[in-house]
């Protein structure tokens, strides 16, 4: 894929977030992003949850999956630059460590929630 398209994807993934997912929902994921693994396996359990909460209101707002796994990827990596530590000029940050898994759960929650959703006749 070349550059312009990706950043172009991107762009659309940004507006996404920022369309569809709350502030108050985007920081929860900052926070837990940014917690996890370095203090314990709830701070994993903490940006699972808050993933759920972003995919869910993607989810909601009509996204679709492939745009949904741009838009949590888009979130993820602009994380660092949204959300800086009291006292910590220069925060550690997990995104690296952590994107692929944030994906995984993304994926499995919206198909999750999708198969959820629907009735058995």
Not at 33 to 60: K, Y
Not at 73 to 85: E, F, M
Request: charged content about 20%; glycine content about 4%.
């Amino acid at each position: 894929m070349g550059y312009r398209i990706f950043m172009a994807q991107m762009q659309t993934a940004r507006a996404n977030i920022a369309s569809h997912v709350s502030a108050e929902r985007t920081l929860q994921f900052d926070v837990a992003l940014h917690d996890a693994i370095t203090t314990s396996i709830e701070s994993m359990a903490d940006l699972h949850e808050a993933v759920i909460d972003c995919v869910r209101s993607l989810r909601a707002a009509g996204i679709g999956p492939v745009q949904m796994i741009l838009a949590m990827k888009a979130c993820t990596l602009d994380s660092g630059g949204r959300y800086h530590p009291e006292h910590d000029e220069y925060p550690a940050t997990n995104v690296d460590l952590l994107i692929d898994q944030i994906v995984r759960w993304s994926i499995a929650e919206y198909y999750n929630n999708a198969s959820d959703s629907r009735t058995i006749s």
